[in-house]
RNA sequence: GCAGGUGUGGCGGAACGGUAGACGCGCCGGUCUUAGGAACCGGUAUCUUCGAUGUGCAGGUUCAAGUCCUGUCACCUGCACCA
């Protein structure tokens, strides 16, 4: 018989589809399990190969936990908002929603046609304004709480399209679109208080169970660090208060830096006689986003001295210079910082060009070779009062006596920066908010949500920087929710992340009129169980989302602090040539091709086969065929059956499977657990035959890998309800492991010889048996023995002399 | 620059500190065939056989190191308006 995937294939997706086999069940009273995957942007390429390798990896788990007996919650979605469609609408004259509508379908039946255990009656789509009625009712709680705030940032702006640019549209400083330059224009933009959250989002990734380089690098994002906030005199009279993690080497600040945004210098205006090079060094410097300069500034440091103004360090009363210098971030600290060159590597290089003294503090390295950063094994010198204290008690004592003072106090910093929430775009949700010239900023009744996109002619962006939005005159125009008076509406739409920061809550309860979710559902399906989803969304969509559910949290919509117990990682999947796939390089493989010319079996099998499910791995059109050559192998497996007549000889490596495969998929080993399928497969072949027992087992393993042919067997064995949903089978422990190992002789750490013992055999018994070993005895005789190691069913080593 | 990660045969990759290379691909040989780019069977780390050498490189810890420690090199990913 022939392995006919096209046909099984459609056969059992269509079975799947009209049994809606895969549908979450309401009845809270079962034990649940929500299983999840970042849902895609449904872009006009069409599904990548790279999307099914997270989407089977859950898949299989989705599937064992509904043969283990739990009421499984497997959902899809799409994040449909954002520029590339946008983009295309533009160019096309297309309306973004109809180019939403044809990707989305697209996408849609891609995905299906891979046999994904979805639960279809769920799908949602951020774009949907059933959908985003709840998006905007989040941000206007958020805006109640005062945790939505307007302020003023700095935007790329293309000189020549007079636009807003995404940070990904500004290629090397020109604009992606035209080539001419982009600079740094400042507009005023929502900005939502992340900031307020970050303790919290660091303290409770204690609580669950993510993958330790994803917390680390959440944690290092947000990036803590406790230091202190000093004010340093100036000559002009003014204060400036500089953030600093080593407020111990203050007595070694011999010149200060300000961001070359600070605003002290319009402040200073008059008294500044160099202020016109000053404001041309801002202007160059606002050509370059914040990662270029960092990256230059070790490069070429550069900078301009404040002439007419001078700082006063507050410990010894000294005169030091001021500087603006761009690797100092406005964004961060305070945007100014004390210099100590001796004990920081870009001051003491900036001090180096700019000729300033450097002093040392602490003493144990040469400061006039390099910084001294070490804070562990140093002791305080030319610093007064804290001279002879380690470094941690001096920052202790100073941070006493600047408090005592009142000119300083122990400050806890974050790198982590508030969430700019606006763009000057179309195609995103609304801001539901309403100005008003009495009342300010009012949001707009939640009874009128959803705040719909208006359907315009024109969403191209505007000449003035404006949101496309601004130019439909009888949207902008409105009344004031509290007064009635004529009011304008925010014309700047959300970011594409708003939709995807709780998309999970709405596949609880995805039908919901009345809330976002129903809090029995929220309370019964969250937290997300697992969720699996790219190393790339460490930072941001991760979280976003993790703050949004915290608020959710503390506004009595949520039951539980953490929106997932569990987060894993995927790694990418590569052209075959290792490169990343991509049009311009010319490797992009289509899933649609593969599981035409292949079936989806294979594609899914291969892709939990193709290496460690973590780590990124180059698609090979050969390899691919070894899976396929599996399958059939399998399917070839049905004529094996007997019914009678079969020894137990498979007994052992049955069990032995069962256990590994069970737990190889608990630790997304997928690959693993698919070459121990292989190896019984192997096993089954070398021996002939197999019972009918036997055989259902195996295609129960192998189910949540390859469904559609698994399926199809059951059928052949007589089965007729869905393998897909019967029990995962279990095994017996005493029968996982052979009575007779063979494991390997060493002379002084060094493989020899290899015996074969019994598996409980004692040290003893194994000693004699290994020393009776003809090659053994040739390096041991005429030695003296001086150890003698074993370890049971692993290793014997006798270290001689 | 900052942060995170990776490095093992010809290739993808396996290896609780305990026989390095499971499983698959490829390749070589064979069987069956008019034929094979099908299927099946056997072999396949390197070196000149005995034996020795092998997990990016250099040290260290240990009876024993791919695995732990120190240093070093190379490559990959993210960096806040891409998703």
């Known amino acids: 018989m022939k392995y006919d995937f096209k046909n099984i294939e459609k056969k059992w997706q269509d079975r799947w589809d009209k049994e809606n086999a895969f549908a979450a069940s309401d009845d809270y009273s079962k034990k649940k399990y929500f299983a999840l995957v970042e849902f895609p942007y449904p872009s006009g390429q069409g599904l990548h190969v790279g999307h099914p390798r997270s989407y089977t990896a859950l898949d299989i788990i989705a599937r064992k936990r509904r043969m283990e007996g739990y009421n499984v919650l497997y959902p899809m979605g799409w994040d449909a908002f954002g520029l590339p469609t946008e983009n295309f609408a533009i160019k096309n004259h297309i309306h973004p929603s109809v180019v939403t509508e044809k990707n989305v379908a697209r996408f849609k039946s891609q995905l299906k046609s891979l046999g994904l255990s979805f639960d279809w009656s769920r799908e949602i789509n951020t774009t949907d304004p059933d959908y985003y009625k709840w998006t905007q009712w989040i941000f206007i709680q958020l805006f109640k709480k005062g945790l939505a705030y307007k302020k003023e940032m700095s935007v790329n702006f293309c000189t020549s399209c007079k636009c807003v640019l995404a940070n990904e549209e500004v290629v090397n400083g020109v604009c992606e679109r035209c080539g001419s330059e982009v600079v740094h224009k400042v507009k005023s933009q929502w900005m939502l208080k992340i900031t307020e959250y970050a303790q919290r989002l660091i303290d409770d990734l204690a609580d669950v169970d993510f993958i330790e380089r994803v917390k680390t690098q959440q944690i290092n994002w947000i990036g803590r660090s406790v230091g202190a906030e000093v004010d340093f005199g100036t000559t002009a009279g003014d204060k400036i208060t500089i953030f600093t993690t080593r407020p111990d080497t203050l007595f070694g600040a011999t010149y200060m830096v300000i961001a070359p945004e600070h605003a002290l210098i319009e402040q200073w205006k008059d008294k500044l006689t160099n202020y016109d090079d000053i404001i041309a060094y801002r202007e160059e410097a606002a050509k370059k986003s914040d990662f270029e300069r960092t990256e230059l500034v070790q490069k070429d440091k550069t900078g301009v001295r404040l002439e007419g103004v001078r700082a006063v360090n507050p410990v010894n009363g000294k005169e030091i210079p001021i500087f603006v210098s761009d690797y100092v971030l406005a964004t961060y600290g305070t945007g100014a910082i004390m210099a100590v060159p001796a004990h920081d590597t870009r001051d003491w290089d900036f001090a180096k060009r700019f000729d300033l003294p450097i002093i040392e503090v602490v003493a144990g390295g040469d400061v006039n070779k390099e910084a001294f950063t070490d804070t562990e094994t140093g002791k305080m010198v030319n610093s007064d009062f804290l001279n002879g204290l380690e470094v941690s008690e001096a920052k202790t004592a100073v941070i006493k006596w600047l408090s005592d003072k009142g000119i300083g106090k122990q400050k806890v910093n974050f790198k982590l920066r508030d969430w700019v929430f606006s763009r000057q775009r179309y195609w995103g949700e609304p801001i539901p908010l309403v100005y008003c010239e009495k009342h300010g900023w009012v949001p707009v009744p939640e009874s009128e949500l959803p705040l719909r996109l208006p359907n315009v002619e024109s969403y191209e962006p505007t000449d003035n920087g404006e949101s496309p939005l601004s130019s439909v005159a009888d949207w902008v125009n409105t009344t004031c929710p509290i007064c009635g008076a004529p009011a304008k509406r925010e014309t700047d739409t959300m970011p594409q992340w708003a939709g995807s920061s709780w998309y999970f809550l709405r596949y609880c309860d995805p039908h919901n009129k009345t809330a976002l979710a129903s809090k029995e559902a929220l309370k019964y399906w969250m937290p997300v169980d697992w969720y699996n989803g790219g190393m790339e969304h460490t930072t941001l969509h991760l979280l976003y989302s993790r703050f949004w559910a915290k608020f959710l949290y503390d506004i009595d919509i949520l039951d539980t602090k953490e929106p997932y117990a569990k987060r894993t990682s995927h790694g990418m999947i590569l052209g075959s040539n290792g490169e990343k796939m991509s049009k311009s390089r010319g490797n992009v493989v289509n899933p649609d091709d593969i599981v ?206």
């Not at 079936?599 to 291969?606: C, E, I, K, N, P």
């Not at 059928?715 to 017996?732: A, Y």
């Open 596 to 801: 035409n010319e292949l079936g989806a079996d294979t594609m899914r099998l291969y892709e939990m086969f193709i290496g460690d499910f973590e780590k990124s791995a180059p698609w090979s059109e050969t390899s691919i065929k070894g899976c396929k050559r599996f399958l059939e192998r399998v399917f070839g497996m049905t004529e094996l059956v007997k019914d009678e007549g079969v020894s137990e000889k498979l007994d052992i490596p049955f069990n032995k499977t069962i256990k590994k495969v069970s737990a190889d998929i608990e630790d997304m080993k997928f690959n693993t657990a698919i070459a121990a399928l292989m190896a019984l497969t192997n096993d089954i072949y070398d021996n002939g035959s197999l019972t009918k027992d036997e055989m259902q087992t195996f295609i129960t393993l192998l189910c949540p890998f390859a469904p559609h042919l698994c399926e199809e067997i059951n059928e052949l064995l007589g089965g007729k309800d869905l393998l897909s949903l019967s029990k995962w089978p279990e095994f017996d422990e005493s029968k996982t492991k052979d009575n007779e190992v063979e494991i390997g002789v060493q002379i002084n750490g060094k493989l020899r010889s290899t015996v074969k013992i019994a598996v409980d055999c004692d040290k003893d018994t194994a000693l004699k048996l290994a020393k009776g070993d003809e090659k053994i005895k040739a390096f041991i005789d005429g030695h003296d023995i001086i150890k003698e190691i074993f370890v049971p069913g692993r290793i014997i080593n006798i270290v001689v002399k």
